[in-house]
T-cell receptor, first 111, second 115 residues
């Protein structure tokens, strides 16, 4: 079993809907949690970065971390076709340390 | 350059051939990582450099994989005697600092196909 699990999707939503993504993990040593967006044939780009449990909001994006449940979420409000991509969760045990990624969830936002 | 540059973008190799993949990190970035991303999967850590020092190579899958960063800038990932299971996108990422929450910037990757 992988340390970080993520539903591969695809997740198809109409434009304007809320996209809800999540990951579960097994290693309680993870302290730093990230969400990356990856367009086809491109490298991942950082969307959100959170430390320990709690919520963080940035524009249309909200990241939540529940360390007691080993569960993290990303919500995208007012989704746009340009949000169509693969979303990867990632986590590390220390700041700046190597990242452990989930398998990614492919999201399709239909106009 | 403005971002992390990787070359070649695409490489086709016959099984048993050696390949070399190059990474040009953002100028001044101290930390450099290599990740392997199989089709439909998330990236998996291969190795980490701090300047020219390879501090972690625990993710290299076999002794056929070798990475170097001799002058603390450009890095090369070499795969000897390639196998079909080596087919993947190899991503390079760099960060300005050694530790802390500085953003990790990824290149577009080198897509290796082994026939």
């Amino acid at each position: 079993q992988k340390e970080v699990e993520q539903d591969p999707g695809p997740l198809s939503v109409p434009e304007g809907a809320i996209v809800s993504l999540n990951c579960t993990y097994s290693n309680s040593a993870f302290q730093y949690f990230m969400w990356y967006r990856q367009y086809s044939r491109k490298g991942p780009e950082l969307l959100m970065y959170t430390y320990s449990s709690g919520n963080k909001e940035d524009g249309r994006f909200t990241a939540q971390v529940d360390k007691s449940s080993k569960y993290i979420s990303l919500f995208i409000r007012d989704s746009q076709p340009s949000d169509s991509a693969t979303y990867l969760c990632a986590m590390s045990k220390a700041a700046g340390n190597k990242l452990t990624f989930g398998g990614g969830t492919r999201v399709l936002v239909k106009p | 350059g403005a971002g992390v540059s990787q070359s070649p973008r695409y490489k086709v190799a016959k099984r048993g051939q050696d390949v070399a993949l190059r990474c040009d990190p953002i100028s001044g970035h101290v930390s450099l990582f290599w990740y392997q991303q199989a089709l439909g999967q998330g990236p998996e850590f291969l190795t980490y450099f701090q300047n020219e020092a390879q501090l972690d190579k625990s993710g290299l899958p076999s002794d056929r994989f070798f990475a170097e960063r001799p002058e603390g800038s450009v890095s090369t990932l070499k795969i000897q005697r390639t196998q079909q299971e080596d087919s993947a996108v190899y991503l390079c990422a760099s960060r300005y600092g050694v530790a802390g929450t500085g953003e990790l910037f990824f290149g577009e990757g080198s897509r290796l196909t082994v026939l």
